[in-house]
């Protein structure tokens, strides 16, 4: 099994960037594809982006896209994710996930169900 952990949230105004980080420990002797979804108080967890296992396919939900970008370093299992222009609907819980276990990858991804490895979350504040 894989652990994450995530780092780098905060507290920012409108208009601002924060850099999130995901790190992963255990089972690590194989590249995953790596998540990021989010969720805000009385909501469900939604999909923000992902990236493949090689780092060659981006997504992201049309939410953000053009403000996060999502990135990885190629020799770990770790993951970034940079966001620019933050407004106040950004505002969140942001968990890292891992490890894909559903059956379609195209469709899948955007799923949280279908990532058997989560972090325990990072807050991200956006203050209006």
């Known amino acids: 099994q894989v652990q994450l952990v995530e780092s780098g949230g905060g507290l920012v105004q409108t208009g601002g960037s924060l850099r999130l980080y995901c790190a992963a420990s255990?089972?690590?002797?194989?590249?995953?594809?790596m998540g990021w979804f989010r969720q805000a108080p009385g909501k469900e967890r939604e999909f923000v982006a992902v990236i493949s296992w090689d780092g060659d396919a981006t997504y992201y939900s049309d939410s953000v896209k053009g403000r996060f970008t999502i990135s990885r370093e190629s020799t770990k299992i770790r993951s970034f994710l940079q966001m620019n222009s933050l407004i106040p609907e950004d505002t969140a819980v942001y968990y890292c996930a891992a490890n894909f276990i559903g059956k379609v990858w195209g469709t899948g991804m955007f799923t949280a169900a279908n990532f058997a490895s989560w972090g325990q979350g990072t807050q991200v504040i956006v203050s209006s």
């Open positions: 255990g089972r690590t002797n194989r590249s995953y594809a």
